[in-house]
């Protein structure tokens, strides 16, 4: 049973940082990344990365947001930067491996 445990979501003030971590349990993931989902909206992808370290980012993070992942260790990581108001949402962490996996969320909120 795979299992993926994100942390390090919380509360930031505009213009400042945050970093996202997420552990898999098991390997071989081809795609690992990150989604959002804001109070009344759609999940959606930040951004994704492949086994090989090709990288996709929303338009809307593109710049701000930084994906890396360690295939040895099974993580994938998303470094937040410049966090907007409109960054706040619950982030689920993605691993696809024959099946798509998502972790349970991680809340960041971003005050003004």
């Known amino acids: 049973q795979v299992q993926l445990v994100e942390s390090g979501g919380g509360l930031v003030q505009v213009g400042g940082s945050l970093a996202l971590s997420c552990v898999a349990s098991g390997s071989g993931f081809t795609t690992m990344g990150w989604y959002r989902q804001a109070p009344g909206k759609q999940r959606e992808l930040v951004a994704t990365?492949?086994?090989?370290?090709?990288?996709n980012y929303a338009d809307s993070v593109k710049g701000r947001f930084t994906i890396s992942r360690d295939n040895a260790k099974n993580t994938v990581n998303l470094q937040m930067n410049s966090l907007e108001p409109e960054d706040t949402a619950v982030y689920y962490c993605?691993?696809?491996?024959?099946?798509?996996?998502w972790g349970q969320g991680t809340q960041v909120t971003v005050s003004s």
């Open positions: 990365i492949t086994i090989g370290g090709s990288t």
């Open positions: 993605y691993a696809k491996r024959m099946r798509s996996y």
